[in-house]
């Protein structure tokens, strides 16, 4: 199976903030990726597909990139509904496997 | 508007089945451009994803090595609805239990399956 490493596993920011994660995969998966958002006690919710594309409804601080093993989710300038938890997913093949999350906590 | 409600019971004894089960609107579990997943979530193993059923002329499903030689999903078209049987539990199975529609995507470069929609999740607890 193929693994995923995100990095880093928890990040203090504030409003206003760019923040960045990043997600490795353990063999080259294209752009087959997501990225998912996690907020206490809820189902995970698709902000990006296929590494860079954004999800209907999803705001457009929120930007995906990379392609191959390394990808990165950059939030452009934090707002408060955005601390959360943040997985990588992907989707090149089966079974589909998820980065371990990224908390991203309020300094 | 895709939803999906899940219900089953929360506390399952060890040696036991797990049974939930995941009622669909707004889609139809034989559609022929989605797939219907489950996963959980557990502190020790974070989100794991256990298997999926899908109709393409004929219904398909695969499964995570893991659970494997445990676990059955199943299609119920009569009532649009797919379960999870996961049998043989142990505590390690304590999770929180998600079904999510796995959906298509395209782009210039092609097509892509995201888990799109999810259900509420399940708190499920295997002990005596």
């Known amino acids: 199976a193929i693994q995923m490493t995100q990095s880093p596993s928890s990040l203090s920011a504030s409003v206003g903030d760019r923040v960045t994660i990043t997600c490795r995969a353990s063999q080259g998966i294209r752009n087959d990726l997501g990225w998912y958002q996690q907020k206490p006690g809820k189902a995970p919710k698709l902000l990006i597909y296929?590494?860079?594309s954004l999800q209907s409804g999803v705001p457009s601080r929120f930007s995906g990139s990379g392609s191959g093993t390394d990808f990165t989710l950059t939030i452009s300038s934090l707002q408060p509904e955005d601390f959360a938890t943040y997985y990588c997913l992907q989707d090149y093949n089966y079974p589909r496997t998820f980065g371990q999350g990224t908390k991203l906590e309020i300094k | 508007q895709v939803q999906l409600q899940q219900s089953g019971p929360g506390l399952v004894k060890p040696s036991q089945t797990l049974s939930l089960t995941c009622a669909i609107s707004?889609?139809?579990?034989?559609?022929?451009?989605?797939?219907w997943n489950w996963i959980r979530q557990s502190p020790s193993r974070g989100l794991e994803w256990l298997g999926r059923t899908y109709y393409r002329s004929k219904w398909y499903n695969d499964y995570a090595v893991s659970v494997k030689s445990r676990i059955t999903i199943n299609p119920d078209t009569s009532k649009n609805q797919f379960s999870l049987q996961l049998n043989s539990v142990t505590p390690e199975d304590t999770a929180v239990y998600y079904c999510a529609r796995e959906g298509y995507y395209y782009d210039s470069s092609g097509y892509y399956q995201e888990l799109d929609y999810w259900g509420q999740g399940t708190l499920v607890t295997v002990s005596s």
């Open positions: 296929a590494a860079s």
């Open positions: 707004g889609d139809s579990v034989s559609s022929n451009s989605a797939a």
